[in-house]
Nanobody
Framework: AQLVESGGGLVQAGGSLRLSCAASGNIVSINYMGWYRQAPGKQRELVSTITSAGSINYADSVKGRFTISRDNAKNQVHLQMNSLRPEDTAVYYC???????????????WGQGTQVTVSS
């Protein structure tokens, strides 16, 4: 299986971006999908996750500004980012816990990352 992100870019503070991630391959089931980010010199951190049942989790720093959504039929997850701040600048990675037809267990998969840059 592979995850492919899209939608990153450069935006001014206060602006918006929408990230998308599509999972493909011989996917049997997806437990959850989500977004993490890593700024230069910092550890990768959780941004938001959503389970197949629709349970959502947000980092405190993005609550009220970011909205995660999921299309289970298309194996896609989206992240609508509003009121962006310079401190949101990072590489954003899609992550999914999923099972493929080749295994009997689920494991984590990561996308290649997409750069989000917010200018002040």
């Amino acid at each position: 299986a592979q995850l492919v992100e899209s939608g990153g870019g450069l935006v001014q503070a206060g602006g918006s971006l929408r990230l998308s991630c599509a999972a493909s391959g011989n996917i049997v089931s997806i437990n959850y999908m989500g977004w993490y980010r890593q700024a230069p010199g910092k550890q990768r951190e959780l941004v938001s996750t959503i389970t197949s049942a629709g349970s959502i989790n947000y980092a405190d720093s993005v609550k009220g500004r970011f909205t995660i959504s999921r299309d289970n039929a298309k194996n896609q997850v989206h992240l609508q980012m509003n009121s962006l701040r310079p401190e949101d600048t990072a590489v954003y990675y899609c992550k999914a816990l999923l099972r493929t037809g080749a295994t009997t267990f689920s494991r984590d998969y990561w996308g290649q990352g997409t750069q989000v840059t917010v200018s002040s």
